[in-house]
Structure formats: structure tokens, C-alpha cells
T-cell receptor
Framework: DSGVTQTPKHLITATGQRVTLRCSPR?????VYWYQQSLDQGLQFLIQYYNGEERAKGNILERFSAQQFPDLHSELNLSSLELGDSALYFC????????????????FGPGTRLTVL | AQTVTQSQPEMSVQEAETVTLSCTYDTSENNYYLFWYKQPPSRQMILVIR??????QNATENRFSVNFQKAAKSFSLKISDSQLGDTAMYFCAFMIPNRGKLIFGQGTELSVKP
């Protein structure tokens, strides 16, 4: 158990819908990262938040957005869902320093499996 | 742009034997970190080992060790005394400090046979 929690474990929804994935980082970790794992794209970095602020952005679609709250939990919002959004979504966390330096190891949650029908 | 390549999509090994998984990467940076993560059938991503590029000594964690060749941009993982529980997908990953993201290879699916 990495200490990172994600809910829900599974999510089945229809095209065009909107869903929210939730992540709680390990105690003391300030940085949260979101990754998407799909069969055709592999593991792709989506976005990083550090202490409530967006720190780095990957190939995240405009239909996707995220935020990190004052209690450091994070949510990933996926809207106007398409069949191709079906994937395993991981959240990871790391300690980072006060400057947001990302030298620390990232620990992954169990993932949320999203199925879009 | 940084890339990570794992050229072995699948490998198998007999229980108690040793196996080496290959990984190469491409970067113009001098300071970076390399990782091996394991993803068993449960789909959980589990850290196996980490290597800092500035360290010449190869990292080891129990039965897991790496062969880090900075000039060749190679980072292989050796698993000794393979166990059935080592059956998993193994991902090599690269990170530049302060850039946040991990860049993953395509993965190597390892099967340990009894």
C-alpha cells in the first residue's frame, strides 16, 4: 500500500458525460500528478499540482481539467467523454521541496478504471 | 525531447533464475533520475528501484539491481532468484528534476515460470 488513495476504483459511463476522479496523496506529500494509461498511448503524464497550484502540464486534453484543494486532495474532471477516453487513470504523489522541486520519488495510487460506453 | 525505449515486449524466466530487462533513453540533460516500476496483474504501480544520474554506483534493492551506463544511455534491471510474484509488467521511467513528469517506456511483460 503506497498510501495514495483513489476513488472510485471503477467507473462506467456513457459518451458525452462528465466524471470526477478523486485522489488523496500520502500524508506530507505536497505534489500530486495525474497519469493516463491506455493500450494505444501507454502511460502518459497529464498534469502536476504542487500545494494547490498547477506546476506542470502534459498532453492533457482541453476537455480535462484538474485542481488541488487546500487539504491537498486532487480531482481530475473529464467532460464530453469519448470512447477513446476509456483508460486507467493514476494519481501519484511526492514530497517535493518548498520550491516545488520534483526530485522525490512518485508513489502511485491504485488507479481508477474508466470505461466509456 | 526525452524518450525511453524498452525493446523487449515480453520475456520469460524460470523460477530461481536471473533475468535482465533492457531500457535505453535519450536526453541532452546531465542531471536526471531513472526508475523501474512494476505493474502486477492488480494494476498497481509499484516502485522497484531508483537511480540518480550523478551517482556512479549502481542501485540495488534486495534481489533487484541495475546496470546504469550513462554514456550509453542504458539502464537495465537485473532480477536475481526470480520468484513467481515477480510476474508483472515492468516499466522503465525517466525524470528531470523540477520538470515533474515521469516519462515511461512501453513496458516489458515478464513471466516467471515454475
Amino acid at each position: 500500500d503506497s498510501g495514495v488513495t483513489q476513488t472510485p476504483k471503477h467507473l462506467i459511463t456513457a459518451t458525452g458525460q462528465r466524471v470526477t476522479l478523486r485522489c488523496s496523496p500520502r500524508s506530507g506529500d505536497l505534489s500530486v500528478y495525474w497519469y493516463q494509461q491506455s493500450l494505444d498511448q501507454g502511460l502518459q503524464f497529464l498534469i502536476q499540482y504542487y500545494n494547490g497550484e498547477e506546476r506542470a502540464k502534459g498532453n492533457i486534453l482541453e476537455r480535462f481539467s484538474a485542481q488541488q484543494f487546500p487539504d491537498l486532495h486532487s480531482e481530475l474532471n473529464l467532460s464530453s467523454l469519448e470512447l477513446g477516453d476509456s483508460a486507467l487513470y493514476f494519481c501519484a504523489s511526492s514530497v517535493a521541496t518548498s520550491g516545488g522541486s520534483s526530485t522525490d520519488t512518485q508513489y502511485f495510487g491504485p488507479g481508477t478504471r474508466l470505461t466509456v460506453l | 525531447a526525452q524518450t525511453v525505449t524498452q525493446s523487449q515486449p515480453e520475456m520469460s524466466v524460470q523460477e530461481a533464475e536471473t533475468v535482465t530487462l533492457s531500457c535505453t533513453y535519450d536526453t541532452s540533460e546531465n542531471n536526471y533520475y531513472l526508475f523501474w516500476y512494476k505493474q502486477p496483474p492488480s494494476r498497481q504501480m509499484i516502485l522497484v528501484i531508483r537511480q540518480e544520474a550523478y551517482k556512479q554506483q549502481n542501485a540495488t534493492e534486495n534481489r533487484f539491481s541495475v546496470n546504469f551506463q550513462k554514456a550509453a544511455k542504458s539502464f537495465s534491471l537485473k532480477i536475481s532468484d526470480s520468484q513467481l510474484g515477480d510476474t508483472a509488467m515492468y516499466f522503465c521511467a525517466f525524470m528531470i528534476p523540477n520538470r515533474g513528469k515521469l516519462i515511461f517506456g512501453q513496458g516489458t511483460e515478464l513471466s516467471v515460470k515454475p
